[in-house]
């Protein structure tokens, strides 16, 4: 059984609908050389050399690849989807650890956390497209900045980062009224 491709998942399980499949503009390594990007659980055991080396081969591609981030939180959130193969450099195990970290650190229910937080992200991209900010909502964001640093990218919040993020804002938006 190889790995499924990310623009033609297996019919049996459908994928979470909250996370849209990554899209990149290019074909992606593991679309022009799907092969290099098999893997299960024991491949090591048959020819260990070998494998090593097709699987390093295939990290060098996904440290390169444009849509990395967006593939492995797809593969992380579609677990039915993603128990062969490599995605983002990881392996079916690495993506196990994973899941278990996150449900460590968003709680049982943190597929619906990531969800909810993509959501937002996306509203807000979208508001912010359609919406151009005001000159006091564009001074809050740079306040935001300097208090809070600049918003992580490949990093999520957790709920209490969150919470801790908008209480030192309230206390800088005070000090500065
Ligand atoms: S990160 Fe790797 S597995 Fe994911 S789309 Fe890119 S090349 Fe494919």
Do not use: Y
């Amino acid at each position: 059984m190889s790995r499924p491709n990310l623009n033609q998942p297996p019919s049996g399980d459908a994928p979470d609908p909250r996370f849209p499949i990554p899209h990149s503009p290019t074909p992606t390594a593991c679309q022009r050389n799907p092969r290099l990007f098999d893997f299960a659980n024991g491949d090591r055991t048959h020819d260990r050399a070998a494998t090593e080396k097709r699987l390093e081969h295939a990290r060098k591609a996904c440290s390169r690849c444009p849509i990395a981030t967006d593939c492995l939180q797809w593969a992380l959130v579609n677990k039915p989807l993603t128990r062969l193969g490599i995605f983002a450099a990881t392996t079916p195990g690495q993506r196990t650890e994973l899941r278990k970290r996150l449900a460590d650190r968003l709680g049982p229910d943190w597929i619906d956390v990531l969800a909810e937080q993509d959501q937002t992200r996306r509203a807000r991209a979208a508001a912010a497209r359609n919406h151009p900010l005001t000159v006091s909502q564009t001074r809050v964001v740079r306040l935001d900045r300097d208090v809070n640093g600049p918003m992580p990218t490949h990093r999520l919040l957790t709920p209490a980062q969150q919470q801790r993020n908008l209480t030192r804002l309230a206390a800088s938006l005070k000090t500065a009224s």
